[in-house]
């Protein structure tokens, strides 16, 4: 009787929930920087929004950084979520580097696949750390991420890069399906709207560019830029795509404009996918009765999130469950 309506609530469950996968600029986010009290806090609850999650700018020789976030999500969800995480080495033509780090719900979904793009001609600053993730979808069980953080001085060539990476990966890998994220810098002083339309990103067809022009993904009230974007290719992928936008996060958690800058200059990017296929219908008004029937049955057991158990989070390429 508990297996079926636990089984029911699960079929409702993933009928209302999407899976969300996130780029966030972390802004220069070093050990010192996370542990802030301010910044952890609201940095969590950034993370936790995610199914996956691509931070830039993480600024870590170590994982020490990654390992203290992890540490403290668990902290947070005591044992009802597993982590993972997958980072890239460190990145950049001079000694400052920042490195692509993955963090994603491991009870959700796995890595597939990953590797760092081979930038031969370097036309990258911070080449992008390509990888593939399983989704909860039998439309699309995985996709592959390509982020990209591009450096401001030369942003149309490393767009038109991009495209370059896309080719690579989709012929490595046999896959058309494809979301190319992060702080793109595609906007402002740092791209003319003209180029912007020039883009083999925009003249080429099969992309969808999920965060619109004119959306603000710059913290200060005093600009208003569109550099943080979604670009997703694929005909299963677009018909995923629930809703995108950028998560106005001084707002949402009631941040003055210095208290969020002491976070990041950038918004979030977020996108959000249909997780059950579309043929599904929704619940019948049966299922619904049966499951307020069923629900006084369960009892306080069923009810209790699962123990800080280690063993049912599957294992992962970063060490990040205890
Ligand atoms: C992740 O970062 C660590 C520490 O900097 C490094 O040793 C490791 O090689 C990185 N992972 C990848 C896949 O580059
Ligand atoms: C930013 O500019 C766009 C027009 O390009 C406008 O539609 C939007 O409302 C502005 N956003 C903010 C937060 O000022
Ligand atoms: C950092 O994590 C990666 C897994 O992504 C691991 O391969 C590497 O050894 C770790 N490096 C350090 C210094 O702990």
């Known amino acids: 009787m508990h297996g079926l309506a636990t089984l029911l609530l699960l079929l409702l469950a993933g009928q209302a929930e999407a899976f969300r996968i996130c780029a966030f600029n972390a802004h220069r986010l070093t050990l010192a920087k996370a542990t802030r009290e301010q910044v952890k806090d609201t940095l969590v609850q950034i993370l936790a929004r995610c199914d996956i999650m691509v931070l830039q700018e993480v600024v870590d020789s170590s994982n020490k950084t990654i390992s203290f976030l992890l540490q403290e999500l668990r902290r947070k969800f005591d044992g009802s979520r597993c982590y993972g995480f997958l980072n890239s080495s460190q990145l950049g033509r001079s000694t400052y580097k920042e490195k692509y780090v993955y963090i994603y719900r491991s009870d959700k979904t796995q890595v597939l696949n990953f590797y ?128 995108s936008a950028a998560f106005n996060f001084p707002q949402s958690f009631r941040l003055s404009e210095e208290e969020a800058l002491g976070i990041s200059d950038h918004y979030p990017v977020e996108v959000e996918l249909d997780q059950a296929p579309h043929r599904v219908q929704p619940p019948s008004l049966a299922t619904l009765l049966l499951l307020s029937l069923l629900l006084p049955l369960l009892g306080p057991q069923s009810s209790t999130v699962p123990d800080s158990n280690p063993g049912l989070c599957p294992p992962t390429w970063g060490r990040s469950n205890p």
């Open 116 to 243: 760092q793009y081979e930038d031969k001609d370097d036309l990258f600053a911070r080449a992008p750390f390509v990888a593939q993730f399983t989704l909860p979808s039998k439309i699309l069980p995985s996709v592959v991420l390509v982020p990209l953080h591009t450096t401001p001085k030369d942003v149309e060539n490393e767009l038109n890069a991009l495209h370059e990476v896309f080719l690579d990966v989709a012929q490595r890998w046999q896959i058309k399906d494809v979301i190319l994220l992060g702080d793109f810098n595609a906007d402002c002083a740092s791209l003319a709207k003209k180029r912007l339309s020039t883009l083999l990103l925009r003249t080429e067809a099969g992309f969808r560019w999920a965060i619109a022009d004119g959306e603000d993904t710059t913290v200060r009230a005093s600009t208003n830029c569109t550099y943080d974007r979604i670009v997703l290719h694929g005909e299963a992928c677009w018909g995923l795509i629930r809703a």
